[in-house]
Structures are given as C-alpha cells and as structure tokens.
C-alpha cells in the first residue's frame, strides 16, 4: 500500500475484501477517483473521490465468493481546515466474480458440448440428367408477391398496373403452343386485347413457391391457379393452370412457360344391364 507524503493531505481508510487476495492498490492525491479493474486475471475499479485518486488492483480473484468493499476515509489539510467529509461505500463487486467464473464455466461447458460433425448429404444417384438443373432452394418471396400482384390485375382487367412488373424483353410460351416474344410494351397490349374477350375473371390459387436455382442462380416463381372465366352470355369455362415465371436480377418478369390441364371429367356410366 503506498500513501503520497505531504503536509497538505492526510487519508485514512479502511478496506476489507472479502473473496479478494490483494496484489497491490496505490493512492495518488492529484486525481480525483477511484479506480479498479476487472478481467480474468485482474481487478480495477475507479470511483471520483475528493481530490485523490485510489488504485487497487489484484492479481487472483477467489471465485467461490462475491467480492465485498468498504471504504472509509477522512480528508484534512495541514494549514486550515477546510472541510471534513467521511463516505461508506459499501459494493458487492459480482463482476469480478462473473469475470472468472464465468470463464471457467464457458470454458467448462465447451469442454462437456460435443462436437457436433457437418451432416454430409447423401449422394444421391438419379436415373436421369437434368437439362437444367436439379438444384433449388427457397428464392425471394418478393417475386412472389409480384406475381401475385399481377394475377390481381389480370382478374380486374388492370394490367396497365402491372407493366412495370415485366423486364424490357420478355417471352411468354402458352399452352396452347403460341408464342410471345417482344418488348413489354407489346406484351400488355396482347394480354389487355385477350383479357377484355374474356368477361369477368376469378382466379382461384392453389399454390405458389419462389425458387433459386443454385447451379444457374435464376429465380423463379411456379404457381397453380383455377382459373374461371365468365363471358357476356354467362358461359362459364375453367382452366386449371401451372405456370413457371423466371425473374432477373432487378426482379423483373422475363420469361414465362405455362401448363393447361382440362377439367377432370367422370367417365359416364356403364349401360345397364338388359
């Protein structure tokens, strides 16, 4: 312990530590804190007193225990008395204690965690070679999102709101073997001419997926859809659709494959038996 000598100032002050093996602390009557440090291995903590300053620190922490600290000190000049002051400062120093302890329990806890080994995949040897890929994970459900989006526009016969939807140059394959090949432009005014032949139409939505192809990195979105439309005499038709729509990098529709399945129909009845 090292106490400045001088005639203006005098200290007193009682520390007890309980839990703490004190390595050294010093006192420097020009600052005006307390000061001591806390890691593994080392203890400080610093706390504005008057005019000094008190350094404690320790090389070895007991963990078994919280550390305790009392503090008590009078402040005099030689010449005058100017004041007279006395603190209890009374601390349970639980972050020494965390400080070691809880080093040694990460540290003791790592050691009992097994070590957890990467799955390897199983390597799976299919009958055929795609010409594509076979490779997918979940893509961006904002594709999605779009696409539904213009799904609701072609049901209210608003497709003017979905031109931002497409790239500059797009591709649609139809069902029905045609083909449109063009800029977006050209596309929305097809699809309103097809769109207002068809009455009103409701869309029934059975499922959607966004895709990512991993080998290509192209994103795709595949939906299946009822589709059910209504002319101006009444006559109903209903479609049952599964199309494949491919999105670039900026989320911009380019080029899309579409499925028709007709209606299931039962077959008719045996004839009866005569």
């Not at 097994?114 to 076979?134: G, L, M």
Request: proline share 5%; aromatic share 10%; net charge neutral.
């Amino acid at each position: 312990m090292n106490i400045p000598d001088g005639d203006t100032d005098t200290l007193y002050y009682l520390l007890n530590a309980s839990g703490a093996d004190l390595a050294n602390y010093s006192i420097d009557n020009q600052h005006y804190r307390l000061h001591i440090s806390a890691n593994p291995n080392h203890f400080e903590l610093t706390l504005k007193l008057l005019n000094f300053q008190v350094v404690i620190t320790t090389s070895s922490l007991r963990t078994s225990s919280s550390t305790f600290l009392a503090l008590s000190y009078t402040f005099f000049t030689s010449k005058k008395i100017s004041f007279m002051r006395k603190m209890y400062l009374f601390a349970v120093i639980a972050l020494a204690t965390a400080c070691n302890t809880g080093t040694d329990k990460t540290k003791s806890e790592a050691e009992k965690e097994p070590v957890t080994e990467p799955v390897k995949k199983e390597v799976v040897n299919y009958p055929f070679t795609p010409d594509y890929s076979s490779d997918f994970e979940i893509g961006d459900p904002r594709n999605a999102m779009t696409l539904l989006n213009m799904y609701k526009n072609w049901d209210n016969n608003t497709m003017n709101n979905s031109k931002d939807y497409f790239a500059q140059t797009d591709t649609m394959i139809f069902s029905d073997g045609s083909m449109f090949t063009g800029n977006r432009d050209s596309l929305i005014l097809m699809a309103n001419n097809v769109r207002r032949q068809m009455g009103t139409v409701v869309d029934s939505v059975h499922a959607w997926v966004p895709l990512r192809s991993r080998d290509h990195n192209e994103e795709w979105v595949l939906i299946w859809t009822r589709e059910i439309s209504t002319d101006a005499k009444g006559r109903k038709s209903t479609k049952e659709l599964h199309e494949i729509w491919r999105f670039d990098k900026d989320g911009k529709i380019n080029l899309m494959y579409q499925y028709e399945q007709q209606p299931p129909k039962m077959p008719p009845p045996p004839p009866k038996k005569k």
